[in-house]
């Protein structure tokens, strides 16, 4: 959610609960007032009643009770007198012609030694009336004013956060092959802060990437070049026809072992490279003819082990990547299944829209599956490699935010690349 929109958010949620109980304070105290106004008419009405009743000869109380629907009067026994009694209840109003509201006051008095109660009613409907009308005014009121606080809010927090937008669309666009971003000065400090800290961080960044790509750089030249030296001597001393063969052997066992090194020298600058994200041209790849590519480039070593390849290709999907990165990729999976294949093995190669799988015959690995993708891991000391195959292929994945995940079930080693 964006920040505007959650900012907004809260306000509503802050708003609605005061809302809420404004208006139950306010419909309160309304009511409140109606029904004081009413007991105070109430009152009134009834003592001027009661000074009538005594003030008269008569005790004909139908004539009281007939010259006013909202009072009544009935005798009672004995000569006891009770206080005031208020309440609400509901009658019918011949004007209204519907039950309305009413406030009725029952009272006791005493006149000539003999009690008498008294009922007083009348009508809250007006009051009530008036009471929903400020209560929809209220409401109104609060729907206008909730709608102009979100757009003000917004248009506020807009202006407000604008310096904020704007670092971050230079963070969305920081691409280590363009200069150093510089980050606009603000009249907000908290804002200047950020950008000032952003500032400093993206300066060492730029700075420890640049040192770090010219330290691989160096160190790939300076290690290529005398390991082509070494190589170019032996090749000449390969050709003396007077070294024993004893010496021819070391010599063999000597070349192998530079051939490792110059192996694991481009292997290690190129991790380095796919790290630092120096692979920016991307292409769209067809999969399908990249794969028959790499198979065709593997025939031999599938001979030399008679593994049977299975191809599966329901698709022939196009993915976005460095087309070097690409062939690297697939190459250390299909090199990876291949070498570690048992013979008259079987390698499943499975290509899909949404990714692609291969498969290989073996034996279960001895180890923590979890360090498969991680440096210099052998599982198989007996085979010839630098156990960076894997890792190559893990962070061209994490490069183009590919999944790829391992398993191993029935006999089968199983690697899959998700594109998406």
Not at 23 to 41: P, T
Not at 160 to 180: A, M
Not at 282 to 289: A, E, Y
Request: charged share 25%; aromatic share 10%.
């Amino acid at each position: 959610m964006k920040l505007l929109n959650k900012s907004t958010l809260y306000f509503i949620i802050f708003l609605v609960p005061v809302f809420v109980v404004s208006w139950f304070v306010l419909f309160g105290l309304v009511s409140r007032q109606i029904n004081d106004n009413a007991d105070e008419s109430l009152l009134a009405q009834k003592k001027i009643i009661i000074k009538n009743f005594i003030d008269t000869d008569s005790t004909e109380l139908h004539f009281f009770n007939d010259a006013d629907d909202d009072v009544k009067i009935t005798s009672l026994s004995g000569s006891a007198a009770s206080a005031d009694l208020f309440s609400n209840t509901m009658a019918f109003d011949s004007t209204e012609m519907e039950l309305v509201p009413f406030r009725q006051l029952k009272s006791t008095f005493i006149k000539d030694g003999k009690s008498f109660e008294i009922i007083v009613t009348r009508s809250t409907f007006k009051g009530d009336e008036l009471a929903e009308s400020i209560s929809l005014a209220l409401v109104i009121m609060f729907g206008l004013m909730l709608i102009s606080v979100i757009i003000i809010n917004r248009f506020i927090s807009g202006r407000l956060f604008n310096p904020f937008y704007q670092t971050l669309e230079k963070l969305h666009h920081i691409s280590f092959d363009e200069s150093e971003p510089s980050f606009n000065q603000s009249s907000t400090r908290e804002f200047d802060e950020l950008n000032k800290a952003l500032q400093q961080m993206t300066h060492k960044m730029f700075s420890d990437y640049n040192n770090q790509k010219q330290f691989t750089e160096n160190a790939s030249h300076e290690l290529q070049t005398p390991l082509a030296v070494i190589k170019t001597r032996m090749d000449m001393l390969i050709q003396d026809k007077n070294l024993s063969e004893k010496s021819m052997e070391q010599i063999q066992e000597i070349e192998k072992s530079v051939n490792k090194l110059s192996h694991l020298n481009k292997s290690l600058v190129l991790l380095s490279k796919i790290e630092n994200r120096q692979f920016e041209d991307s292409r769209d790849i067809d999969l399908r003819v990249m794969l028959d590519k790499i198979l065709l480039a593997f025939e031999d070593d599938v001979a030399d082990k008679n593994i049977v390849v299975q191809k599966e290709y329901n698709a022939s999907p196009s993915i976005k990547i460095n087309p070097l990165l690409a062939e690297i990729l697939f190459r250390n999976l299909i090199q990876n299944s291949a070498r570690h294949n048992v013979k008259h093995g079987i390698i499943k190669i499975k290509l899909t829209e949404q990714y692609f799988s291969i498969s290989n015959s073996g034996e279960s690995m001895k180890g923590n599956e979890e360090k498969l993708f991680e440096r210099f891991t052998k599982f198989n000391p007996s085979v010839e490699s630098l156990g960076l195959g894997l890792s190559i292929a893990k962070q061209i994945c994490v490069y183009y935010h590919f999944d790829i995940r391992y398993q191993y079930l029935d006999g089968m080693h199983t690697f899959r690349v998700y594109f998406s």
